[in-house]
Structures are given as structure tokens and as C-alpha cells.
């Protein structure tokens, strides 16, 4: 996201030949030094074994320099040298103390030594070294971290779809009358540790001691199972439903009396409604009277039925509402089910469907279930059958969006993927948002309209500590004074007119997770001091409240306008503007970014080509170049309405210029030849100089950066003459 760091592997590419050419040059020098003949032997020796690569051997007689009396002319050399073999030879951990130590100690010792220079430079080289190497262990904790966390999400999804599984076994288990089978299905989902459908699993085995697995009415298990999933599961949505259960088995285990016979008739409604998902049922069929059946049954197991004759009452049904369900005949009366199914999924593609036939044979079920159906049911039927098969193509369906919404999650959580940024303004942004986004300080976003602040608010919020938390935007331009703040923090039952029941505020829905204040600086000055004090204190008051509420909200916020003008003009409190000014982020309008047109243009055209079900593959070059002399006043946003109304237009795979900008009258010429082109810059540069220095061929000379001659030569080779310029 921002500049390319060197590698390290560079860096000790560079020390290795440096050590080479310095130690040939200290050998060179120790033989024409005089002085103590001892240490200039070692030191002669410790430059041989250098040059023979023996750098354990080099080490040990450098040592030896150095232990001999202070004032030997040679400690200097040998202190370079140790300096030297620890860069890098012996150091394989990438510690470069003991190196920068003996360099260090050279300057403190000989700050006069014709080496102290040279031990300045390896000194800077070697920090430089260090902070590259701490970068290096940082990054890859990082994605170690990373992995783990991944890894992690990946391990849960895993265990809730096997969960999920074995519910719907135990289930069809259940249906079929193997009783004992259930039971361990739910056992093993009871022993799994940290299951996240183990209320349902309860309150399962509490239904199967209750009835089915009871033949001596000994109902002290089932209630157990059902006590444990309320103390256990008090919000899950079955404990209701098991405290009705504990009321019925306590009754009913006292022994018959009139008042068991009201409790068991309750409990049998109870038992066919405790294992249903409500929804809205389509059924499709050319028999009035079997429709009829159908809609009694599944109303009085507390489903919305909507029921159609003809198919285009079904068409019409679906295209209005929203279904959870349908249930199709065979043989409908202009056309089959399975082809009428196929209509169907093209409105509601993840739309469960059940066929019924009284025509079953095992062909025409193969065919139903490979073109989409769930299940496949032959008349006459068994009503239970049905409930059942109802009620595992909603839960199915439900799994199904689950594991959808957590690899979408997944996705989104780790990287930058909806943000696409080539120019270096926008990746030098992103590598800002990524260190941003580990603090909590309150982020200021500037930019024009259309430039994506939303966009990287979200980003902030995805990659902060908060990313499981609730991420809540408003737009405070969008709505007028008196209900921008009973939006923003809420209100009592009673504050105002209309107020007929207490709401929480965005502030209130934020907590722990992050608020985005769109356009801030439309805010009225009513409601900043408001909002200054959330910042300062976190905490505020309701509308028509006496008692304050807390919160733990991160703030972002964003604007188009000059606040700082704003400010000084009286229209923007100055404490709320430094509250909120803490890490300002200004993005850069598209038309001081061009080289993100492509790629956005390319990523525009995936977006749109789906849904128009068109395969366009790019523009021509004369579109892309009218894209790049456009100034964009709408920014990103103008770009993709652009690249829409060109997509909905075009006839062909590749957009043509003239579907580009039709109204904005830019006409680009043909593309010169990079020449010809450089040869006009060059002429026109020339001419804008001489302008510059009223003819003045020795002041052109120096802007350009030549030589006068070499001016010369240019003003002669596009035919220029300089006294045209003089005035």
C-alpha cells in the first residue's frame, strides 16, 4: 500500500562486498604501517584469514589486536574489522548489536581515525538493517495472527454446519419413528462442546421422553431436559415453549382428572406447533378442494397460506410477496410443475419447493429433485409427512443463508476488497486506514461528494478491534432538526407528539461498535453541543429523559464542506471542530487519481453485466481516453453511472465512445504516435519557457536544465526563434 521496502537479502548483498573491499584495503594498509610488530602480525594475519574467508580464525587474531596495550596503532583497524565480521558472517540470528557496538566503540576511542567515517556510514547501514529486520518479524506475526483467526471462523462454520446436520437428522429420525436413533443423534449434538444448537437439541430429547420414548408416563426426564434449556437457554426462542411443556407433564404425571384432558388436548396443539417454523406457504394446484384441505392444515399449524388455481395467479402472488415456501402439484392445467418450478426460481431463486403428484413414480422424483425441488410427496398424502418435509425445507434454507452471511463475513473481515485503489494517493490512504483502524480515536474523513467516505468509514470499522460489533451510519443532512435528534439519541414515550413508545437512539444502537456522521458539517448548531458532549463524556440524554445514558461508541465522520470556513464564519462550533479533528483523512477527488479509472471501469462492468445479462468485455481505447479527459465533478459516483447508462445502452461486447459521456461534448482525436506526441510536449515545453523569460535563452537554458548550446540545438529543431518572445 505504500512505497516498496528494500529487501533485507539487498542490504547483506551490499554488506558482503563492502566487507570484501574493506578488508583488502586494511591488509593493504597494515603493510605499510609501522608501529608495535606483535599487534600489526596479528592484524596482518586476522586480513589474510579475511581474504581466505576463515572468519572464526580473522575474529580470534583481531581480538588479538585489541588486547594489546592501549596505545597501539592498530586497535582502530582491528575494531573495524570485528565490526565487520559480525554484519553479518557471524551473526545468522540478524543481531547486529555486537556490530554497531565495535563501530560505536571505534568512533568513542579514534573519533580521528581515517575509518571513523566509514564506521558512521556502516552504523547508519546497520540500523537501517535492524529496523528493516523488526519489520519483517512484525509483518509475519501479523499473518500469523491472521491465519489463527481465520482458521478459527473457519473451525466454527465447520461446527455449526455439522450441527445443523445432525439436527436435521435427528429430525427425519424422529418422523420415520426411530426413536432410539434420535436420541443419540441428540446426545452427541449435547456432548459437543460449545455447540450452538444445543437449546434445540433439549428441548428435542424433552419431547422424545415425553411421548415417544415414555411408555410408562414417567415424565421426570423430559422435564429435566426441558428445566435445563430454560436455566441454561433463558433467551432461546424454545424456552417458552418449554415452560408450557413442564406445566402440561406436571399436571398430567398427578393421574387423570377432567382438567388433564383440557391439558393434553392443549398439549397435542402444542406438539404440532413446537416443532414448526412459522412462515408464508404458495401452493399451486388445479384442485380446489385439495387446496382448500391444504390451507386448513397448514393454518391451523400456524403458517400464512396463499393458494393459486392457475399459474399466473402463482406468477403475480410471488412477484408482490415474499414467500418462505411453495408446494406445487404435478400436473398443473397448462403446464408441469417442474417447468412451473423453474418460473419460480427465476424470481425467488433460493425458493424451497415441494411437488405433489397422485402420478408418483420414481423417474419423474429423480427429475423433480435434480431441477431444484426439495422434496416430493405423492398423493394421498400423510398431513404429518408434509408438516415435517415443511418444516426441514425452512430450516434447510435458513442453514443455508447462515453459512452464506458467515463466508461473506469471512470475506469482508480481512482485507480491502471493495476498495479499489491503483494511484499511489489512494494506496498511501489505505496503508493510513490499516494503523488507523487499531486505535479508537475519532477519524475526520474530507472529501467531495462521490469519493468513496462511506466506503473507507466501513473499512475503518472492518479491520478495528469492533469489526463484530455494530457499525450504524446517518446522513445529518437528511433529515430535518427536530428528528435528526431523536434519531441520533433517542426518545422517551411521551417526549413529543407521536412519541408513542420509547426508541433507542444510533448512539444507543452503536454501543461498543462504531457511528458514522455523514456530512457533519450540515449539522445544526442546536444538536453539536449535544453531540460534543457524547464525545467528551460518552454519554447523553435521551428526548423527554432525566437520566443519562452510556456508551462506548468509536466516532467517524465526514464532510464535503470547509469546516475550518465554517467555523470562522459561525455556522460550526470551534470545540466540537477540534473534538472531532483528531486523525483527519483527506480523499482525493477522481479526477487527481485517474489511474483508478481503469480498473474501476472493469470492476463497474462485472457489477452491471449480471443483472443487465450482458457480456461485455472492456471499452475501446477512444472511450477510455473521453474517461480520462472527463474531470469528474461527480467523482467515483459520476463513473459508475456513466459506465451503467453505457452498459444498458450498448448492442455489442465493447462499449464505443460515442455511449461515453454523450452530453458532455469532449470529442478526443485519435491517439498519436508516443513520438510524434513527445515531439509536440517538447516544442510546447520550449515555447512556455521562452514566454516565461521573455526570450532570455540563458534563463531557459537553466529552467530546462541544459546547456545553452543544447538549447540551442532544440530551439533550431522545431524552428523556434527566441526574439519573437522578447519584448
Known sequence: ????????????????????????????????????????????????????????????????????AAGSPYRDKALF??????????????????????????LREYPKSRLAVQAEVWISMLEVLKKAEAERREAEAGRKELKREIAGLKQELKKKINTGKRILRSRRLLA???YAEAVRENMKILSMPGSPFKDKALFNM?????????????????????SK???????????????????????????????ILKLRKRKRNWQDRVAMI????????????????????????????????????AIEAVRKELFDLAIIDLQLARTDGISFMKD???????????????????????????????SYLTKPFDPRELLLQIEMAMENRKLTSEIKRLKGLVEEKYNFANIIARSAKMQDILARVALIAKTDSTVYIYGESGTGKELIAKAIHLHSERRDKPFVAINCSALPETLLESELFGHEKGAFTGAVKKTDGLFTQADKGTIFLDEIGNMPLSLQSKSLRVLQEQQFYPLGSKKPVKVDVRVIVATNKDIKKEVREGRFREDLFYRIHVIPITLPPLRERK?????????FIKKFSKPMKKKVKGLTPLAMQKLMLHDWPGNVRELENTIEYAMAMTTENIISEDLILPASGLSPEPLKPLNEAKAEFEKNYIIHLLDLTKGNITRAAELAGRYRADFYNLLKKHGINPDDFKK
Not at 441454561?232 to 377432567?258: D, H, M, T
Open 595 to 603: 489511474d483508478d479509472i481503469p480498473p474501476l471501469v472493469n470492476h
Open 278 to 313: 412459522s412462515g408464508k406457504i404458495l401452493v399451486i394446484d388445479d384442485d380446489s378442494n385439495l387446496l382448500e384441505v391444504i390451507r386448513m392444515r397448514l393454518e391451523s399449524a400456524n403458517y400464512e397460506v396463499v393458494t393459486a388455481l392457475r399459474e399466473e395467479e
Open 229 to 259: 434449556l430454560i436455566s441454561e437457554y433463558p433467551q432461546s426462542p424454545l424456552a417458552e415453549q418449554a415452560r408450557i411443556w413442564i406445566n402440561v407433564l406436571n399436571v398430567q404425571s398427578k393421574g387423570p382428572n377432567r382438567w
Open 81 to 106: 574489522n570485528i565490526g565487520l565480521i559480525y554484519a553479518h558472517y557471524a551473526n545468522p540470528a540478524r543481531d547486529y548489536e555486537k556490530s554497531i557496538g565495535y563501530f560505536r566503540r571505534l
Open 206 to 226: 424433552g419431547l422424545i421422553y415425553a411421548h415417544f420414548n415414555n411408555p410408562d408416563m414417567d415424565y421426570k426426564k423430559s422435564i429435566g431436559y426441558f
Open 344 to 374: 419460480i426460481h427465476e424470481i425467488i431463486p433460493d425458493l424451497p419447493v415441494i411437488i405433489l403428484t397422485a402420478y408418483g413414480t420414481i423417474e419423474s422424483a429423480v427429475e423433480a429433485m435434480k431441477k431444484g425441488a426439495y
Open 1 to 68: 500500500m505504500g512505497g516498496k521496502h528494500i529487501g533485507t537479502g539487498k542490504y547483506i548483498y551490499i554488506c558482503t562486498a563492502c566487507l570484501i573491499i574493506f578488508s583488502f584495503l586494511g591488509c593493504a594498509t597494515v603493510q605499510r604501517a609501522d608501529g608495535d610488530p606483535d599487534a600489526r602480525k596479528h592484524l596482518v594475519l586476522g586480513c589474510r584469514f579475511l581474504a581466505e574467508e576463515d572468519f572464526g580464525s580473522a575474529l580470534r587474531e583481531n581480538l588479538k589486536v585489541l588486547s594489546t
Open 176 to 178: 420415520s419413528g426411530r
